[in-house]
């Protein structure tokens, strides 16, 4: 149980362009998924919190208008790139936390490679 | 501002020794700690998690520590097999209302066989 998928696994996009990833909650119901970022040897970077039917709470220095964040259900969330750049070139990740979970385990995808050319 | 840091980049052990990660935290008011397991290009794998009302938890070859009083808490993997070569991030949380979780710079551990 606890399974989050994530699409595309990769995606490669021209500059000036947008780019939707899909997370989806397989086997479990989630008001709250979350979407981070990775650069290369760094840390995961938590970009923001997507709650069911309302707006995303988005981290400090995240563009909202940039990085557009819907959860139209309990079982999916995507994140939109808009006006993709070189910089926005990273892997991107999100999890989700079953209700039913103590405390805030998070079960994560298995990410989106993005590259922006 | 770095709340969560893993001072070692990357550690190497012998297969069927101990593996000890390292972490420390700045944040007070984190009352979770979780250590996920991360293979590249691949999401993080939940392994273990310990609240602040415990020093110690235990999972099979898994066990780790929480010392409160110094802000650090460690994964010891016994014994150490070549399949548990992986980035390994530790993560706080100070539960409540939020469900952030604060992630590490993680350490690379490489199991020799």
């Known amino acids: 149980g606890a399974v989050v998928s994530q699409h595309p696994s990769w995606v490669i996009c021209k500059s000036g362009t947008s780019v939707k990833i899909e997370c989806r909650s397989l086997?479990?119901?989630?008001?709250?998924m979350f979407w981070y970022r990775q650069f290369p040897k760094q840390s995961l970077m938590l970009m923001a919190t997507s709650n069911e039917g309302s707006k995303a709470t988005y981290e400090q220095g995240v563009e909202k208008d940039k990085f557009l964040i819907n959860h139209a259900s309990l079982t999916l969330s995507t994140l939109t790139v808009t006006s993709a750049h070189p910089e926005d070139s990273s892997f991107y990740i999100c999890s989700a936390r079953p209700e039913e979970r103590p405390y805030n385990e998070q079960f994560f995808g298995p990410g989106t490679r993005l590259t922006v050319l | 501002d770095q709340q969560v840091k893993q001072n070692s980049p990357s550690l190497s052990v012998q297969e069927g020794r101990i593996s000890i990660l390292n972490c420390d935290y700045t944040n007070s008011m984190f009352d979770y700690f979780l250590w996920y397991k991360k293979y590249p290009a691949e999401g993080p794998t939940f392994l273990i998690s310990?609240?602040?009302?415990?020093d110690k938890n235990e999972d099979g070859r898994f066990t780790v520590f929480l010392n409160k009083s110094a802000k650090h808490l460690s994964l010891h993997i016994v014994p150490s097999q070549p399949g548990d070569s992986a980035v390994y991030f530790c993560?706080?949380?100070?539960?409540?209302?939020?469900?952030?979780?604060?992630f590490g710079t993680g350490t690379l551990l490489a199991v020799q066989p």
């Open positions: 993560a706080a949380t100070p539960g409540g209302a939020t469900n952030k979780l604060i």
């Open positions: 310990i609240s602040s009302i415990k």
């Open positions: 086997d479990f119901q989630a008001t709250t």
